[in-house]
């Protein structure tokens, strides 16, 4: 194949394009509006209240006030580990490796202790685990469990379950990642069913075939002149996104979470695959049909693939992972084979445009 005559193909066919200013517009703002004004759209609502105190941590906790600053839990010598205690009183102890259940804690050190269906006052917490319990005047550092009222108290607890926001973040990136799919899968309708029947319209097709170009080389500029335009408004709109949603989302989370690996493996891998299966199938449209508008209705079931994808994604049945990305992207790769040797095979290159 000479790329040069691919290369004359496809700036031609861009020259084209360059006078189409509607659909200049269409092509750029499509992707803006989808991938970087919906997603602030979804995510500023939802960030914006979200509590930065991430009180969600523990699933149930309450708190009442708070632990004065001069506030000190009393210490003791008196010592017990590695023992259980039910239904019972423990005051001015220090309690480590120490299960307690249905207990009054009072005035006591509790360091790697559980504690379950009691109640704890005057004291001090360390590394244990508390189920349904209630904490008068206490301080501790490294808790975890679940259903606690703290009333006057200072607790710092480790993180027991996703918080509200951690568990969104993941379905949410899911369906906003679609959309950087979806959009360079629609995009060649717009485009490619254009590029032979429209020639053929404009009667500019024979000046075309007279040239020295084999039908490879005209197949490959037609496919880049629509491919290129597709991706680059495609990653134009995901680098403004990615932008624009780390600066909302850095204040609650404290650190930038995209481009994560995902996401950088589908506009790397599965956009260009999709994009590509898009453009080879819509040229194949226009090479059949003799009316641009029924190209760019039949363009429109080519994109289905991609939709069986989206619809996974949105109602929860597949999550975009690195695994996915490869799998999905191999299978388009696979199609979009599969589609070149079919036009090859079916000569769209100078004897079907006629």
Aim: charged share 15%.
């Amino acid at each position: 194949m000479r790329w040069r005559n691919a290369w004359i193909v496809m700036r031609k066919d861009l020259d084209e394009f360059k006078k189409q200013k509607l659909v200049i517009g269409s092509i750029i703002a499509m992707p803006i509006v989808l991938g970087v004004v919906l997603p602030l759209v979804m995510f500023v609502p939802m960030v914006t209240m979200v509590p930065l105190e991430r009180p969600w941590d523990v699933d149930g906790l309450l708190e009442i006030g708070t632990l004065p600053d001069d506030a000190r839990a009393p210490w003791t010598n008196q010592t017990m580990e590695n023992t259980s205690l039910s239904s019972t009183v423990v005051s001015h102890k220090i309690l480590k490796n120490t299960h307690l259940n249905n207990c009054i804690i009072l005035s006591c050190v509790l360091d790697n202790t559980t504690v379950v269906d009691s109640t704890i006052q005057n004291s001090s917490l360390s590394s244990s685990f508390l189920n349904n319990v209630t904490v008068i005047r206490s301080e501790g550092t490294g808790l975890d469990g679940r259903y606690v009222l703290a009333v006057s108290s200072n607790l710092a607890f480790t993180k027991t379950k996703p918080s509200d926001i951690d568990r969104v973040l993941p379905m949410m990136f899911n369906m906003v990642l679609m959309i950087f799919i979806i959009v360079p899968a629609t995009l060649p309708t717009i485009i490619a069913t254009y590029s032979i029947v429209g020639e053929k319209n404009n009667r500019s097709l024979e000046p075309l075939l007279a040239t020295p170009t084999t039908d490879g080389e005209l197949l490959a500029g037609k496919i880049f002149s629509a491919f290129i335009p597709s991706m680059g408004s495609t990653l134009l709109a995901f680098t403004l996104g990615v932008v624009l949603l780390d600066v909302v989302l850095i204040p609650k989370v404290a650190y930038p979470l995209l481009p994560n690996l995902t996401w950088i493996l589908s506009i790397l891998l599965l956009a260009p695959t999709a994009c590509l299966m898009s453009v080879l199938a819509c040229v194949l449209v226009s090479s059949k049909v003799s009316d641009v508008r029924a190209a760019q209705q039949l363009g429109g079931f080519i994109v289905m693939p991609v939709v069986v994808l989206m619809l996974g994604v949105l109602s929860g049945f597949i999550f975009l992972s690195p695994v996915m990305i490869f799998i999905f992207s191999g299978l388009y790769g696979s199609i979009d084979l599969g589609l070149f040797y079919f036009v090859i095979w079916d000569r769209i290159g100078k004897k079907l445009y006629l």
